[in-house]
């Protein structure tokens, strides 16, 4: 009986462990989280969302609070347009996050950066550029390119002395979605290291619409392996979003599939970076307490636990300290919705905002609990202690169970003392 141990993902001459670690921001897939995947073999990812105030917390660094600052002026202005990133400041904060985290990589795996096109910041191609060269700058081994269809992407860093030699890849959900890739760089005569595929199950942001369950991600993969095959393009395919168990992986490992991607059982993980309480209320979570919804200013539905306290705030745009998702117009649907409701209620009290989120202040507050559709299986991996709260296990044990479980089993982890 195959065990995930049995396969290995192949990059050029080298190998490893067939497990990638997905990147959950904000600062959720911690660096100690990537740093135990690329120890143990496998490749972990580290997000850039909101890099800025990730720096903050891990260097003590003052770049919100420095922006938040300068733009004071504009605080009650609806019109965020003039807000803007300094470009050298969120290199520095890129190189920081990155730099630190490869300096202390150990073992033989490798360690990604997660790149939301999405992340648009009033400067949607100079800001991307830039998150991406520094990246590649402080030495990260490879960049996942995810939340949007990164046309453009690849030309951004085409001149970067790291362009070629770096591992580079791109989630997508269809087939269509990576032959627009392929078209739109093919005179780059560069191709993606890897193709992450995503199905309707994972964690997030989607790559779906509301009709997301009549997709089914072993179908969209095959699909995938095939169009890869018949165009004779020797490119690993990487399997993402539902994937509980090792015998889920071996199922797609053996359908031809390089490796596949997890995030949900790390989400539970003493690395991961959400609050231990939040984590309780993943496992303590039930299959219809998970939703997707459509209140991401993104424009992508989004999977979540719906108790989860964003869901409905009519919190004041805070742009000024982060507005990552302004667009090159400086707008913002939550903007919109927000400045609806404070219309009907000029004193700005008791207003509720249900159709958006301010996605950015409840990530970056761990308000907003976004999660995969198997999280209501979190609870039966760990043990249920004598005051209520469920057991947290460690990323080296989640990630071998993964490697070496058989027959649909979940090890649980060792009693704690």
């Not at 922006?67 to 003039?82: F, V």
Request: with cysteine; charged share 25%.
């Amino acid at each position: 009986m195959k065990r995930v141990d049995d396969f290995r993902l192949r990059f050029g001459h080298k190998e490893y462990v067939p497990i990638m670690v997905g990147g959950m921001g904000v600062d959720i897939s911690t660096a100690e989280l990537a740093l135990e995947a690329a120890r143990l073999g496998g490749i972990g990812h580290i997000s850039d969302a909101m890099v800025n105030d990730v720096s903050d917390r891990r260097f003590d660094t003052s770049f919100v609070k420095d922006k938040t600052k300068l733009y004071k002026h504009n605080i009650l202005n609806t019109d965020k347009s003039a807000v803007k990133f300094d470009l050298d400041i969120l290199a520095e904060a890129t190189r920081r996050h990155v730099g630190a985290t490869m300096e202390a990589k150990k073992g033989d795996g490798l360690i990604f950066v997660n790149c939301m096109e999405k992340l648009t910041m009033n400067g949607p191609r100079e800001t991307l550029q830039v998150r991406m060269a520094s990246a590649l700058d402080a030495g990260i081994d490879g960049i996942t390119l995810s939340a949007g269809l990164h046309l453009g992407s690849f030309g951004l860093i085409a001149e970067h002395a790291r362009f070629r030699d770096a591992k580079l890849g791109i989630i997508v959900s269809s087939v269509r979605a990576l032959q627009l890739f392929l078209r739109k760089n093919a005179k780059l005569n560069r191709l993606p290291d890897f193709v992450v595929v995503e199905g309707p199950l994972a964690g997030g942001h989607l790559g779906f619409g509301l009709d997301w369950a009549q997709y089914d991600l072993a179908a969209i993969t095959a699909e995938v392996i095939q169009y890869l095959k018949d165009e004779q393009l020797a490119i690993p395919v990487v399997a993402a979003g539902g994937i509980f168990t090792g015998s889920d992986a071996v199922s797609f490992l053996q359908a031809g599939s390089a490796a596949v991607q997890v995030a949900t059982r790390f989400t539970v993980a003493r690395e991961c970076g959400l609050p231990d309480e939040v984590k309780q209320d993943y496992f303590r979570a039930n299959e219809d307490d998970i939703v997707v919804n459509t209140i991401s200013p993104t424009g992508y539905p989004m999977r979540m636990l719906k108790s989860s306290p964003a869901i409905g705030d009519g919190i004041r745009p805070n742009c000024e300290s982060y507005g990552y998702l302004l667009d090159g117009s400086g707008n913002c649907a939550y903007i919109t919705s927000y400045n609806r409701e404070l219309a009907l209620h000029p004193d700005g009290k008791n207003i509720s905002v249900l159709d958006k989120t301010c996605l950015c202040t409840q990530m970056r507050n761990f308000k907003l609990w976004t999660c995969g559709h198997t999280t209501y299986r979190l609870k039966d991996t760990t043990h249920r202690q004598a005051d209520g709260s469920y057991q947290l296990l460690s990323a080296e044990h989640i990630f071998n169970d993964y490697l070496h479980s058989v027959d649909h089993q979940v090890a649980l982890p060792a009693p704690a003392v």
